[in-house]
């Protein structure tokens, strides 16, 4: 079965500064899609940045980042300039060849100003 | 577009009392999910929909949830008798035909059983 280790609970990050928020995941599928959802105070689950296995280039959306490492089977998110508005929960997930995804327990990210 | 829309916002019941909680998808996705979200056990999936066929319960806890899809703009997820242990988060997503990796979650329900 697949599975979704998210190892940080929280992380604090100053505004302006960079943050790595770090996922490991488990599969023995080969093809697959790995996501990052944030989810702010408002509960609202919002999409990230999303990567297909089968795809080497790192995804870039803006000031997020991964660095999708398969071999590893990791798959961490960066945040470059941190703003008071990313403050929020981020859930890693993980979808292989069914609909099921599969939600890491998330870590929360603090931004101090 | 509105995104996917759930009703209450927040729910406040009485141990015993039937819950119904909704969720109105994104027009044209023919994919339904409902989600528990506890801090316990993270986001579980509780039932998958396909074209308002129900593919995949086995996440539903017991036969106290139940959840229907009477056509492609409306789902309901009941529970009766509620119980204090059910209090959690509870999310609707839907998701586009032909676009099998990405999910649109509604903003949840905050269900309380007192």
């Known amino acids: 079965a697949q599975t979704v280790t998210q190892s940080q609970p929280e992380m604090s990050v100053q505004e302006a500064e960079t943050v790595t928020l770090s996922c490991t995941y488990d599969t023995s599928e080969s093809d697959y899609y790995l996501f990052w959802y944030k989810q702010p105070p408002s509960r609202q689950m919002i999409l990230v940045i999303r990567?297909?296995?089968?795809?080497?280039q790192n995804a870039t959306e803006n000031r997020f980042s991964v660095n999708f490492q398969k071999a590893a089977k990791s798959f961490s998110l960066k945040i470059s300039d941190s703003q008071l508005g990313d403050a929020a929960m981020y859930f890693c997930?993980?979808?292989?060849?069914?609909?099921?995804?599969?939600f890491g327990t998330g870590t929360r990210l603090k931004v101090l100003a | 577009d509105a995104g996917v829309i759930q009703s209450p916002r927040h729910e406040v019941t009485e141990m015993g009392q039937e819950v119904t909680l909704r969720c109105k998808p994104i027009s044209g996705h023919n994919s339904l999910f409902w989600y528990r979200q506890t801090m316990m056990r993270g986001l579980e999936l509780l039932i998958y929909?396909?074209?308002?066929?129900?593919?995949?319960d086995s996440g539903m806890p017991e036969d106290r949830f139940s959840a229907k899809m009477p056509n492609a703009s409306f789902s309901t997820l009941k529970i009766q008798p509620s119980e204090p242990r059910d209090s959690a988060v509870y999310f609707c997503?839907?998701?586009?035909?032909?676009?099998?990796?990405?999910?649109?979650f509604g903003a949840g329900t905050r269900l309380s059983v007192l």
């Open positions: 929909f396909n074209n308002n066929v129900p593919i995949d």
């Open positions: 997503a839907s998701r586009p035909s032909g676009a099998k990796n990405i999910q649109y």
């Open positions: 997930a993980y979808r292989g060849g069914t609909y099921k995804y599969i």
């Open positions: 990567q297909e296995a089968y795809k080497q």
